[in-house]
């Protein structure tokens, strides 16, 4: 070993087990802090949860921050917050962070669909389609991808290093390997190509990183987790686990996490991180990308999930959309105008103790700005929350019981 960052920095510890499955709680340590698991990890996309404060997002609850490494490369670029002395110094935020590879983003652009992560059936399979009045901005061949930027269109190309060379530079705690994408319109025989093509470049990952964590030693360590695609099918997701926790640099570097993705159906989803959690090392951290709603969240925990992402519950509050124990609803329609009661009497946020329906109510009317933040507030501390429980029931062995109560009120719409 030559002289590396400490890799002693980042250490995950379990906790108290779910009987008979793969769900448990843990503790992930990182160089700029723990995150105690099960857990919701916002999403600060360019390095901001849009609306809403780095400190308030420390006082109702987040524990760390994913923010993306294409939107960060092209604006404001990395080596700025490299300069600024990584992304947690950059944005202000005093926790851990984590960084996807790019790929996702980039990857959707050449597919066409906004949601790429399709959670719902499909019976067409094709390996190039295409949405509707949607040009192709991206190519993916086996060395990386090529794409244009979406906001002015001029010409990149991703591959693993160049990924990990991003990811090195924006500094977070936990950065994701560089995988291809697919979608459930690819064919199976697509997918097994694109798996062989994800374990090369899961390796060029690990021989990269090794290399920089080596000529950035003055930096924190930085944790490597690899992405484990498969789509629907048992047997690619299970290889693709074993494969990638046997990948090893020159200097020993494997995996120190791994992270489920792409494409799966919702129904799917506990089955598939079951099959994962299954192959995968116990003592490794699992992150599930791309999930927040309640009936996801308590399946991908009880199969075996440590923390997950999502954008939607504050997307989902810009447009005035707020969860609540018993589902969704937007406070936009007129029946909120004159009532005067908080979003939730549950909740124990700020936007609850302080403001009334009719007054969100009002500002959305207004398009004044407040609204999207004392939403997002609300809906972050809700998921944050639940969570939180979630982790309480195992520590407490009554997680069963706590699913079953919490899912029987959620009906998805109030
Ligand atoms: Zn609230």
């Known amino acids: 070993m030559y002289g590396v960052a400490d890799p002693g920095a980042f250490s ?27 857990a919701f990890i916002p999403v600060g996309t360019k390095a901001t949860v849009k609306a809403v404060l780095p ?23 990395s080596d700025i917050v ?3 002395g990584g992304l947690s110094e950059f944005m202000n935020w005093p926790g851990p962070t984590f960084t996807d590879s790019g790929g996702f983003q980039v990857m959707s652009l050449g597919v066409g669909f906004k949601k790429v992560l399709a959670m719902e059936a499909v019976d067409v399979r094709s390996d190039d389609v295409i949405a509707k009045g949607k040009e192709r901005l991206a190519t993916v061949d086996d060395d990386g991808v090529t794409f244009r930027s979406h906001l002015d269109g001029s010409k990149h190309r991703f591959t693993p290093e160049v ?3 991003i990811q090195h530079q924006l500094g977070a705690d936990i950065m994701f390997a560089f995988d291809e994408l697919t979608t459930l319109l690819n064919t199976r025989a697509y997918q097994e190509k694109s798996l062989q093509r994800t374990h090369e470049w899961a390796q060029r990952c690990i021989d990269e990183h090794e290399r920089l964590t080596a000529a950035r030693a003055h930096r924190p360590y930085q944790a490597l ?23 090893r640099g020159s200097a020993g570097t494997g995996f120190d996490g791994y992270g489920i993705g792409g494409a799966l159906e919702k129904h799917n989803l506990g089955t598939i991180v079951g099959w994962c959690c299954d192959e995968l090392p116990e003592d490794k951290p699992r992150h ?37 124990a018993e589902g969704r609803f937007n406070i936009n329609t007129a029946r909120f ?15 609850c103790a302080n403001y009334t329906r009719a007054y969100i109510h009002h500002l959305f009317k207004a398009k004044e700005m407040l609204a999207s933040t004392l939403c997002t507030i609300h809906n972050e501390r809700y998921t944050i929350r639940l969570v939180d429980r979630i982790r309480e029931s195992i520590e407490g062995g009554y997680f069963d019981e706590y699913k079953a109560e919490t899912l029987g009120r959620w009906k998805g719409g109030v």
């Open 288 to 324: 599930m990308l791309g999930i927040s709603e309640p009936e996801d969240v308590f399946v991908a925990v009880e199969n075996g999930a440590d923390t997950f992402d999502c954008v939607n519950p504050s997307r989902v509050a810009r447009n005035a959309a707020i969860y609540v």
């Open 82 to 84: 490299d300069e600024a």
């Open 337 to 351: 105008r004159r009532d005067f009661t908080p979003i939730d009497d549950t909740c124990d946020c700020y936007t």
């Open 225 to 247: 987790f690899a992405v484990i695609q498969g789509a629907q099918y048992e047997d690619l997701r299970r290889k693709a686990c074993r494969e990638l926790e046997s990948l």
């Open 55 to 77: 400190e308030t997002m420390k006082e109702l609850g987040a524990q760390a921050l994913l923010a993306n490494a294409y939107h960060l490369y092209l604006q404001p670029g």
């Open 12 to 38: 995950f510890t379990v906790g108290t087990r779910i009987p008979g499955r793969h769900g448990r709680t843990g503790v992930i340590s990182t160089p700029h802090g723990d995150i105690a698991t099960p």
């Open 163 to 165: 990924s990990m060379g």
